[in-house]
């Protein structure tokens, strides 16, 4: 669980900058001070009361320095003087040495974790983003980075000296009249006591709401995702109100807890401190009639006192946001720190990213492999099987029979729980995962699609790739016809902002994008029942052309795909029922046997 500390390391890289800012911007609050005290002088001068004594030093100092003589007049010119430096000179200084740097730490901060969040998601395991949805992700991204971005101008910038500005008003006065700051610092102290007890509240509430926050969002992401099942389904109403709930239940804790909270908070402060001031009139009042301190002094007392107290609303309206920020920084935290799965490690080291050195002739050899994703259910038991260079095998099973886990263990995205999986003789967990990964493609039932052209799409594994090349494997990949009619060929812009692609179009531009790659292993899984005959047909006659050029694997869910492969492995329950070409197996009368009949009769296997 990621903590205050993990919010201060935001701070580390720029420690000295902060502490310059930070130092630069108390002093400035601090020298706002002045303002009332030497008005407080002034009323001395005028009032012929006697002076402070570091303001006679002062007075005293510029008098020997001119050679003019002390009186009335000269005193009050030194006087002028002085609010002239504190106010004038420092105006066009203050937004350079404090907002400036403010700015300029929270700016370069952002773009630093915005980098982190975008390795994270980048790094994650596909798992990971099995049990979240994007929605919820990036959610989670955006409100931490935009919390962050903001926090640090007002902790830095406001926060802090301000807190600064009522440590130097409180020593003002203590200089002044003792008794009086002993009461200003009982009413500082209760005021502070009550505040931060109750943001300890409001942080519990604003996480809370930062939850609902999250599944709201989250949910809105999977209508958008699943709209198509939302209508056909009918279910508008339903989701409306289902959302309506969590709404409810969002403005519920915000209303009725959040900002109740808030506005006692700020009831309570504003009687104390209305009560305080009062005090100090009077406390002040009664020092002056009995001579204790200056008329000067009454007022300076007076103002720098009211100051202190206007300083309170804005100081707590700070921790308020800092405990609304606080929830949204410590999520994001935690997501900086999700672990990376086993194949995280390495994936955006620079030297990963040159040529893959990696060159397989495409042997692959599963031995003894078991895996199951959980302790409780065996997945894949004992699977034995070889593959040949240029071989193209099928793997036939029923659904869930552990096609899909046993390529999800090649690609590596899970390691065996036992036994090897072997490239070339050599096992592939030796490898590094990135490089490896790079000398196989898979082409998936649903081809992703970025937003742009469709040359960009096709060059995405390889983007060095020449046109004649992009044209020659969609020319394998029978959909370079496809291409060609559209109105602007390749520089067609398809995704969410373009032409829409059918099911079988995008499966075809992901053979050819596969092939661009020019994989040792191409890994094929066939779509289901979503392609119209002509583009499974097209899809076949593409299949078969890559036959015998690379080694190839298809998950297959017709069976009239898997006919000319080399080998066809059929899974059942996670375990090998039988291997053999599709003629061996239909002589064996096994499953593939009843398998094939079942699909000879119009029904499915997947
Ligand atoms: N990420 C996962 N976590 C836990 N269990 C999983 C996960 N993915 C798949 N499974 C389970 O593993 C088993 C095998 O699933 P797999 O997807 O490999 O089967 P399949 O043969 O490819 O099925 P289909 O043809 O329907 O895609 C199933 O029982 C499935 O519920």
């Not at 915000?254 to 006692?264: G, N, Q």
């Not at 100090?280 to 009454?298: D, E, M, Q, R, Y």
């Not at 029978?478 to 009619?485: C, F, G, L, M, P």
């Amino acid at each position: 669980m990621a903590n205050y500390r993990d919010i201060l390391n935001y701070f580390r890289p720029y420690w000295k900058l902060s502490i310059f800012s930070i130092t630069a911007a108390s002093i400035y609050e601090t020298l706002d001070l002045l303002l009332p005290y030497v008005i407080g002088q002034i009323l001395n001068v005028l009032s012929n009361q006697p002076l402070d004594k570091p303001v006679q030093g002062i007075i005293f100092t510029v008098s020997n320095f001119t050679n003019y003589p002390i009186n009335q007049t000269f005193s009050l010119v030194v006087l002028l003087g002085l609010i002239f430096i504190v106010t004038v000179i420092k105006a066009p200084t203050q937004p350079w040495l404090t907002s400036w740097f403010d700015w300029y730490i929270a700016l370069k901060a952002r773009r630093e974790k915005s980098q982190k969040a975008i390795e994270k998601i980048l790094t994650l395991p596909l798992e990971f983003y099995d049990e979240n949805n994007p929605g919820r992700i990036a959610g989670r991204v955006s409100r931490g980075i935009l919390n962050y971005t903001w926090g640090y101008p007002e902790i830095a910038g406001q926060f802090i000296p301000k807190i600064m500005r009522v440590v130097a008003i409180f020593l003002f006065i203590i200089f002044i009249e003792w008794r009086i700051a002993l009461l200003f610092l009982i009413s500082f102290v209760f005021i502070f006591s009550v505040i931060w007890k109750q943001i300890q509240y409001l942080i519990k509430c604003e996480v809370l709401v930062d939850k609902y926050m999250e599944n709201t969002e989250s949910r809105t992401s999977e209508i958008v995702t699943n709209i198509k099942t939302v209508k056909a389904y009918g279910t508008e109403f339903r989701e409306i109100q289902r959302q309506n709930k969590r709404l409810e239940r969002e403005k519920n804790v915000v209303i009725y807890r959040l900002h109740k909270a808030y506005v006692t908070l700020q009831t309570f402060q504003r009687t104390v401190v209305q009560f305080s001031v009062f005090m100090i009139l009077g406390f002040t009042l009664a020092a002056t009639v009995n001579g204790k301190i200056s008329i000067g002094h009454f007022v300076v007392t007076l103002t720098l006192s009211s100051m202190a107290y206007a300083e309170l609303e804005p100081i707590s309206q700070l921790i308020e946001s800092c405990s609304r920020r606080y929830s949204p920084i410590v999520r994001f935290n935690e997501f900086l720190e999700t672990p990376l799965g086993l194949d995280g490690e390495g994936i955006l080291d620079v030297e990963n990213q040159i040529e893959s050195p990696y060159k397989f002739t495409g042997k692959v050899e599963f031995s003894h492999v078991s895996f199951s994703y959980d302790s409780n259910r065996p997945v894949l038991q004992d699977i034995n099987f070889l593959i040949e260079p240029y071989q193209t095998v099928a793997l036939v099973g029923k659904s869930g029979s552990g096609k899909s886990t046993l390529i999800k263990l090649l690609l590596r995205y899970f390691e065996p729980n036992t036994g090897k999986i072997l490239i070339d003789g050599e096992d592939i967990c030796s490898f590094n995962v990135n490089k490896y990964r790079r000398r196989l493609a898979i082409v998936h039932q649903e081809v992703d699609i970025f937003n742009g052209t469709i040359l960009d799409n096709l060059k995405y594994g390889r983007p060095d790739a020449t046109f004649e090349e992009i044209k020659e494997a969609c020319r394998i990949a029978k959909v370079n016809e496809v291409v060609e009619q559209l109105s602007q060929g390749y520089y067609t812009v398809v995704g969410e902002r373009g032409v829409r692609l059918s099911g079988g179009q995008r499966q075809r531009l992901g053979i050819a994008r596969a092939l661009l790659v020019e994989p040792d292993v191409l890994i094929f899984d066939e779509a289901t029942s979503s392609l119209d005959y002509e583009s499974e047909r097209a899809i076949q006659v593409a299949m078969h052309s890559i036959q015998g050029t690379r080694t190839t694997i298809i998950i297959a869910h017709r069976l009239s795909t898997v006919r000319e492969a080399d080998k066809i492995v059929v899974l059942d329950q996670g375990k090998i029922a039988e291997v053999g070409s599709h003629d061996e197996l239909l002589r064996h009368e096994g499953i593939y046997h009843r398998l094939h009949s079942l699909q000879e009769t119009g029904e499915l296997i997947g």
